[in-house]
């Protein structure tokens, strides 16, 4: 059964510098998101992507944030400089028409 | 008003039991429902989707009231394996957007105990 993949599953660093996440979605799929999930509440959405751009992002996502599909399997989340309450997980997802179906997260830690 | 609430629970209760999770949201423009099941740090799977007409999958049986803007999900004969944080998801499409965001409810955690 297709997946969603990410790397790394786990990326500490320093307030400051920049990370990128990395996904792959399932491979027929159009529609890519991330969102991201505080320690103990809830998931919320950040960025959905279609054809190349962003369809919509939430007031999360700032211009700290950005994403690229740098090819045809990739989907990636960068934070230029990173703060304090960035720590979460992020889940990257993709779509169809239909279900998202998410991927196992990258757990980021920012000291 | 949070956009998709649920009761955050937990819910203790012992194999067999059948046990309700309700969850009301307040953006009329949602368009399609869902629940997740989530595991302790990891991923939302879904569980199913919600349809107004009512649908069941096994012991599992969702129902969505578009009037009361209002989600439920019976869970039967519960199983250990049932223990999980169940998430109310809403998707909304602003128009021309197929994918939409989906908006999740804080959750409400099963602990199915022997």
């Known amino acids: 059964e297709p997946e969603v993949t990410q790397t790394p599953s786990h990326q500490v660093t320093q307030m400051g510098q920049e990370v990128i996440l990395r996904c792959v979605p399932i491979s027929n799929h159009l529609y890519f998101y991330w969102y991201r999930q505080i320690l103990g509440q809830k998931v919320e959405f950040l960025v959905s992507?279609?054809?190349?751009?962003?369809?919509?992002k939430s007031e999360i996502f700032d211009d700290q944030f950005s994403v690229e599909r740098p090819d045809g399997s990739n989907f990636t989340l960068k934070i230029r400089s990173t703060k304090l309450e960035d720590s979460a997980m992020y889940f990257c997802?993709?779509?169809?028409?239909?279900?998202?179906?998410f991927g196992p997260g990258t757990r980021l830690l920012v000291l | 008003r949070k956009e998709v609430e649920q009761d955050p629970g937990p819910f203790n209760v012992p194999e067999g039991a059948t046990v309700a999770f309700n969850c009301t949201y307040s953006?009329?423009?949602?368009?399609?429902f869902f629940w997740y099941r989530q595991d302790c740090r990891k991923e939302p799977k879904l569980l199913m989707s919600v349809y107004s007409s009512g649908n069941e999958d096994g012991r599992f049986t969702a129902q969505l009231n578009r009037a009361s803007q209002y989600i439920s999900l019976l869970i039967r004969d519960s199983k250990l394996s049932d223990s999980a944080t169940y998430l109310c998801v809403v998707n909304i499409r602003p128009v021309g957007n197929q994918g939409g965001k989906l908006i999740f409810g804080q959750g409400t955690e099963l602990s199915v105990k022997p």
């Open positions: 997802a993709s779509s169809g028409r239909g279900i998202q179906y």
């Open positions: 992507f279609y054809n190349n751009e962003i369809s919509e």
């Open positions: 953006n009329s423009a949602s368009q399609s």
